[in-house]
C-alpha cells in the first residue's frame, strides 16, 4: 500500500509540474512536451563474493537502466523526470544464511531491493523536477540526483540514491554557492522514497557503543536535512570547498578541503587536505540511546592528506585519513558514500573511531584506435579497533588491507565495459576468533563485471 501512495504522489507531483509549465502558454507548453530529448542508460551488472574456504560465496547478476524525458526550456524552465528499473535473474539465493556466521549476502543485495530480496523486480520512478537555469543559476525542485561530498549517488549499483527536496547553485568567475533542503531520500537499491528519520538503517545497523545490537532502524526522527557549499578558486592552481551538513534532530556536520595542483612543463605536482567535524543535534534520533542513531558523547574529528604528480597519463597519488574523537565517524550509509582520500571502493571508514588509514593509487588513462581506457590500481592499509570494541568499530570489521584493480574502456560515444576486483586481507590475528567478523569484511575477493550502453543524449 505503501508504493502505491507514493506513486499516487509521484504522479501529482508531475502533474502540478506540467500545470507550472502551462501557466507560460499553449506555445511553451507544446515546446516542452514535445520537443525534448530522450535519454538514459542500460546496464548489466554481474558480482561473485569469493569469501575464504569454509565460509559460503555469493554472486548475482542483474540487467536494467533508466529511461529519462527531458523537455525543451522556456525561459530557462523545463522539466525532467527518470524511470529506474532492473531486473536480477536470481542465479543465487541471497537471502541464504552462512552456517558458520549466519551472515548473508552484503553486496550482492545492493543489487536488488535490499528490503524486499527475494522480490527480482525493482521499479523507481526516481525522477521528476521543475528547473530553471540560465548562465549563473540553477534551481531544482522535486526528485533528483544529488551529488555532494557525503550525500550522492553512490551510484555502483543498479539505482542510484536520489534525494527529494529544493537545491540551488549560484556561479561566479572565481566562486560559486549551493545548498538546499532535502525533505525525503530514496536510499540506493530501494524502490521507494522515506522520511529523513525512516530512511535511516535500512542498511546494516550495527552496533551501539556498549555493544547491543542498534535498534535505532524505524525509530529515527527527523525531518530534514539542510546542506550549504562554497567553492573558491581564488588562483588557477588552487580550489578551496567549504561544506555544511546539518540533519535535524541527529547531528551536524562541517566539512572543508583544499586542493593545490602546480602545473610544471612536463608533469602535474597534485596536493590536497581535508578536514571534518561533527556533533549530535537535539537527541541524535531517539531519546533513549540505543535506539539513537548518533550515540556519540562528543566531537569527532577527520583529517586527511594527499601528495603526488601526474605525467603523460600516469597519475600516483598518496592518501591518509585519521579519524579521532569521542566516538565514531558516523554518517547514514544509506545517503552516500564518503570523500575521504584513502576510500576504496568494497570498503568505508563510516562507524569507525580512533582509525586510521594509508593508500597509494595509480591510475592510467590511454586511448587505442576508438577505445578509450582507464586503469586505476589502489593499495591500502587501514588501522582498526578489535572488533569486540564496540565503542570505536561499530561494524566489527578487523585491520585490514587492501588492494583493488578497476579497468574502464569506452567503445566508441555509447559502450562503456568496466571491471573491479577488490581484494580484502584480514591483519588482525584475533578476528578469526568469530567467522561474523570474517565473511564479506576479510580474506575475500569481489569480482564485479559491468556492460553500460548509454541512450541518447542529456541535452537540457
Not at 501512495?5 to 512536451?33: E, V
Not at 514535445?34 to 569469501?51: A, H, L, Q
Not at 547478476?61 to 535473474?89: C, D, E
Not at 532502524?217 to 527527523?222: I, L, Q
Request: hydrophobic share 35%; net charge positive.
Amino acid at each position: 500500500m505503501k508504493n502505491v501512495s507514493n506513486r499516487k504522489k509521484a504522479y501529482a507531483l508531475f502533474l502540478l509540474m506540467a500545470i507550472a509549465t502551462q501557466a507560460w502558454g499553449q506555445d511553451s507548453l507544446w515546446q516542452n512536451l514535445v520537443k525534448g530529448s530522450i535519454y538514459g542508460e542500460w546496464r548489466s551488472f554481474y558480482m561473485v563474493t569469493d569469501n575464504t574456504e569454509g565460509l559460503k560465496d555469493f554472486q548475482a547478476l542483474t540487467t536494467g537502466g533508466r529511461i529519462g524525458y527531458a523537455t525543451k526550456p522556456y525561459r530557462g524552465w523545463n522539466l525532467k523526470t527518470v524511470f529506474y528499473a532492473s531486473q536480477s535473474f536470481g542465479i543465487s539465493d541471497l537471502t541464504a544464511l552462512d552456517s558458520a556466521s549466519q551472515r548473508r549476502s552484503r553486496y550482492e543485495l545492493a543489487l536488488l531491493d535490499i528490503q524486499n530480496p527475494e522480490d527480482l523486480t525493482v521499479l523507481l520512478w526516481g525522477e521528476a523536477y521543475l528547473q530553471y537555469q540560465d548562465e549563473r543559476h540553477q534551481l531544482r525542485i522535486g526528485r533528483m540526483r544529488l551529488k555532494t561530498p557525503f550525500l550522492n549517488l553512490q551510484d555502483g549499483r543498479m539505482i542510484p540514491t536520489l534525494v527529494e527536496g529544493g537545491w540551488y547553485r549560484y556561479r561566479q568567475h572565481k566562486w560559486s554557492a549551493e545548498g538546499g533542503v532535502i525533505w525525503r531520500v530514496a536510499p540506493r537499491s530501494t524502490s521507494r522514497f522515506f522520511g529523513i528519520g525512516e530512511s535511516v538503517g535500512i542498511n546494516g545497523i550495527g552496533r551501539g557503543l556498549t555493544g547491543e545490537s542498534s535498534l535505532y532502524r524505524g525509530n529515527t526522527t527527523s525531518n530534514v536535512i539542510l546542506i550549504g557549499n562554497v567553492n573558491y578558486t581564488p588562483f588557477r592552481d588552487v580550489q578551496w570547498e567549504v561544506w555544511d551538513y546539518w540533519v535535524h534532530n541527529i547531528f551536524h556536520m562541517p566539512y572543508t578541503v583544499l586542493f593545490w595542483n602546480k602545473d610544471f612543463e612536463d608533469w602535474k605536482f597534485i596536493s590536497g587536505v581535508q578536514y571534518a567535524f561533527q556533533h549530535k543535534v537535539g537527541n541524535g534520533g531517539n531519546d533513549r540511546p540505543l535506539f539513537s542513531y548518533f550515540e556519540n558523547p562528543g566531537v569527532v574529528h577527520m583529517v586527511g592528506g594527499r601528495v603526488g604528480g601526474e605525467y603523460r597519463g600516469w597519475k600516483l597519488t598518496l592518501n591518509a585519513n585519521v579519524i579521532r574523537g569521542d566516538g565514531r565517524f558516523l554518517f547514514p550509509r544509506e545517503w552516500g558514500r564518503e570523500p575521504l582520500f584513502s576510500f576504496q571502493r568494497r570498503e568505508r571508514a563510516e562507524g569507525t573511531g580512533n582509525s586510521e588509514g594509508m593508500m597509494v593509487q595509480l591510475t592510467k588513462d590511454w586511448e587505442f584506435r576508438k577505445w578509450k581506457l582507464k586503469a586505476v590500481a589502489g593499495y591500502g592499509y587501514y588501522w582498526r579497533s578489535d572488533p569486540l570494541n564496540a565503542f570505536e568499530n561499530k561494524y566489527a570489521i578487523p585491520e585490514y588491507e587492501q588492494l583493488n584493480l578497476n579497468l574502464f574502456a569506452d567503445i566508441g560515444k555509447r559502450w562503456r565495459v568496466e571491471y573491479l576486483i577488490a581484494y580484502k586481507a584480514n591483519k588482525d590475528e584475533a578476528a578469526t576468533r568469530r567467522a561474523s567478523f570474517i565473511i564479506n569484511k576479510v580474506d575475500m575477493a569481489n569480482h564485479n563485471l559491468v556492460l553500460t550502453y548509454r541512450i541518447g543524449d542529456e541535452r537540457f
